[in-house]
């Protein structure tokens, strides 16, 4: 039986909100890409009809969800290969999760902005 | 029983030969995750064009899509989704043992009905741009 190959420390919180994000993001992802590439072509959108997704509640909680447990997620990985795997320590470990911290909260911050922008709940 | 044996290190891509399919699953799990997190950076710059109003917004989104270059890096990104999407259940799987015995069939389910739902897409995705 070939050894456990995983980028994680599976006794940590770390761990485990990857794998509760990664079970949100399978089903969440699947839904956006079929929605947004062969229900809805992408090619077609306009702002009205975004517009109007983003303004409904279900849809635009699901979206923001979406946001924050995918960047979660994929910054999540991205520290856990760079500092986890590759034993990244010291200043380096420092300055790779000050750039992932900003990195992330300027997504966030951004995505919520152009959320805001389209939806008309407030 | 479980037995350790001394793989050196995955990242030593001489050794590509002689990856087992779980090495593969892990390389190309890595891979994909990067491609999706670059995606998303720049997925959230290309809708934050709505905030400068409908028309720069309508105008890019139906300006990239009028590229044929556009469409088809969007085949290849629904094939490191649906890949992503399909080895993460498989991880999943994996981390609370079950079906441990069958990773590697698991693995090469992905692979293919990864390439079956991209061939599936490319007319979804490619058409009117030609």
Do not use: C
């Amino acid at each position: 039986m070939a050894d456990h190959y995983s980028s994680f420390d599976r006794s940590g919180t770390s761990w485990l909100l990857q794998r509760l994000t990664a079970a949100f993001l399978v089903v969440v992802l699947a839904f956006h890409f079929f929605l947004l590439h062969f229900v809805n072509h992408a090619a077609d959108v306009t702002f009205a009809g975004t517009s109007a997704r983003m303004s409904t509640w279900t849809y635009f909680s699901l979206m923001v969800l979406f946001l924050l447990t995918a960047t979660f997620h994929g910054v999540n990985g991205v520290y856990n290969t760079v500092v986890g795997q590759d034993g990244v320590t010291g200043w380096k470990k420092t300055a790779v999760t000050a750039v992932l911290v900003v990195a992330s909260l300027l997504m966030v911050v951004q995505g919520l902005r152009t959320a805001l922008v389209w939806t008309n709940l407030f | 029983m479980s037995q350790s044996y001394d793989r050196g290190t995955v990242e030593d891509f001489g050794r590509w030969r002689s990856f087992s399919a779980g090495m593969w699953a892990w390389i190309f799990h890595k891979f994909t995750g990067w491609v999706l997190i670059g995606y998303l950076f720049t997925h959230i710059a290309v809708l934050s064009t709505a905030t400068t109003g409908p028309e720069v917004y309508e105008t890019t989104i139906q300006g990239l899509e009028s590229l044929a270059v556009v469409r088809l890096l969007e085949v290849g990104l629904l094939a490191v989704a649906v890949f992503h999407i399909l080895n993460g259940v498989r991880l999943l799987m994996v981390d609370l043992g079950v079906g441990l015995e069958a990773q590697d069939k698991s693995f090469y389910a992905s692979l293919i009905i990864t390439g079956a739902i991209t061939v599936a897409s490319v007319p979804t995705f490619l058409s009117g741009v030609f």
